[in-house]
């Protein structure tokens, strides 16, 4: 590797490192890449399955608890892999070096669990690359200023190699995962689903938000903030893959370029609660606070009261329920609906086209598909269903925007 070659990042998700054969696949790509004059710096997560496990053990003692402690614990499934990863690479003959984000120098606010990458030092990653060694990162991990672990979220280690990328002043970071590309739609739902050769950072934040599982959509966001490309290829085959870039870069945009879902939705419905603004400012306030992300909110009301209705992941139900309970009173009555499925149609060009929304609606429609909450953007539409009607939907969504494979 020579000083002036350039410098890609490489993230490889855990079923890229999730067997010693796989480890041993990914150290021979990367390899390969070093001699044919890249110098890498990898970025992987913990073998897949293993980030599970540790969640369960901390749940197994307390599902509510979500400090520095859980943090530290589910954060340890990377360091095996990238010591593993080091491990295959020196056995190659390679230098490498893993390297912990304490080490490296990846500093985080303290929102534990969805912590944000606040700085990056690259000195160290600079220092080893000029030097021909190849950095292997813990992805998914930070540190705070006062030097506590912290984790950034499901597919955070997306983010930690767009945050190195960036920092570095890359102009692209190659994102290595299972699928070959980014699909229509969720190919073992809609088996019609055709591969997508280029998205712009719109699209694809849009989809990762919506429950799109490719990329990690704060990976997305940074990515459109420092322009760094996302070149998302499978570990496993040579194909070009998908680009995310940015939209001006699309030659031409379909109407629609994907239907995405997330089959672990839950809907929260509070009725009364105090009229006004006030309260609802305080809830929203206090659930992000927490961490939990909200996404459909709607309001109504009659001279009962106001009710309010929001989503929220499964994953956040615990604590967004702690939220609510901790700030109604006895009156309230506080309902889920759970095995829900937000199901969205994605794509720049909606916002030139009219029509779309009574499509999209048409066909739920004519499937007699009851839609409990929906919203809408320039170039999404989403609505909530029954996790029941979920395949259904999303096929004939697909058809109706031409989106099956010729």
Not at 208 to 233: D, N, Q, T, W
Request: aromatic letters at 6%; one cysteine or more.
């Amino acid at each position: 590797m020579k000083a002036h070659s350039p410098i890609m990042v490489k993230k490889f998700g855990g079923t890229s490192v999730g067997s010693i054969e796989r480890i041993e696949a990914v150290a021979e790509r990367v390899l390969a890449d070093a001699q044919s004059g890249q110098r890498p710096i990898v970025v992987a997560s913990a073998m897949s399955g293993e980030t599970n496990r540790l969640v369960r053990l901390a749940n197994d003692i307390d599902p509510f608890y979500r400090g520095p402690a859980y943090d530290m614990l589910v954060a340890s499934g990377e360091q095996v892999s990238i010591a593993l990863l080091a491990i295959a690479l020196e056995k190659r003959g390679a230098k490498a070096v893993p390297l912990l984000a304490h080490q490296l120098g990846i500093h985080t606010d303290s929102i534990f669990t969805k912590a944000r990458i606040t700085s990056v030092n690259t000195d160290k990653l600079l220092s080893y690359v000029n030097e021909g060694v190849i950095p292997i990162v813990a992805g998914f991990q930070g540190v705070t200023e006062g030097d506590k672990i912290t984790t950034l979220g499901r597919g955070g280690s997306d983010t930690t190699a767009v945050a190195l990328a960036a920092a570095l002043g890359s102009g692209a970071c190659e994102i290595y995962t299972d699928v070959p590309a980014v699909y229509s739609a969720d190919p073992r739902m809609v088996p019609e689903a055709r591969e997508i050769p280029l998205l712009s950072f719109e699209e694809m934040m849009e989809m990762a938000s919506l429950g799109s599982k490719v990329l990690h959509f704060r990976s997305v966001e940074l990515a459109a903030k420092y322009k760094v490309k996302i070149h998302l290829r499978s570990t496993f085959e040579t194909r070009e893959g998908t680009w995310v870039v940015p939209e001006g870069e699309k030659m031409e945009a379909p109407v629609v370029s994907s239907i995405t879902h997330d089959a672990a939705t839950v809907v929260l419905k509070l009725f009364p609660v105090p009229f006004g603004a006030g309260f609802m400012a305080q809830l929203f306030e206090t659930l992000a606070e927490k961490g939990v992300v909200v996404d459909i909110i709607t309001q109504s009301h009659n001279e009962e009261g106001q009710r309010v209705a929001f989503s929220v992941r499964e994953e956040d139900l615990n604590p967004a329920i702690e939220v609510v309970k901790g700030l109604v009173d006895q009156k309230t009555v506080v309902t889920r609906m759970e095995a829900m499925a937000k199901i969205s149609a994605v794509g720049v060009g909606m916002a030139n086209h009219p029509g779309v929304a009574a499509r999209f609606f048409r066909v739920l429609d004519k499937l007699e598909i009851p839609i409990h909450l929906v919203t809408t953007s320039d170039i999404k539409i989403s609505a909530v269903i029954d996790r029941s009607n979920l395949s259904e939907a999303a096929k004939a969504l697909h058809s109706e925007f031409g989106l099956d494979r010729e």
